[in-house]
């Protein structure tokens, strides 16, 4: 299974690959695995744990370097 999370300037983590996202009670979240997907870091969305946009709106600044 190989996965990529990219860290996206003031906004969300992409994730790329072969991943499940479950809930914890071990209920895995419904999402087109064909396509990367935005996880929410502001916690601002109204459809957590996936990002919506909301961080545009509230002025979210991080800008993490490795």
């Avoid at 695995?33 to 459809?47: D, T």
Wanted: some cysteine; proline content about 5%.
């Amino acid at each position: 299974m190989s996965v990529t999370i990219k860290v996206m300037d003031d906004g969300p983590f992409m994730v790329m690959g072969d991943f499940d996202i479950v809930d914890m009670e071990g209920r895995k979240f419904q999402f087109d695995k064909a396509q990367p997907i935005a996880l929410c870091r502001c916690g601002k969305s109204a459809s957590e744990p996936f990002c919506d946009g909301n961080h545009i709106t509230m002025a979210y600044k991080s800008r993490v370097r490795a």
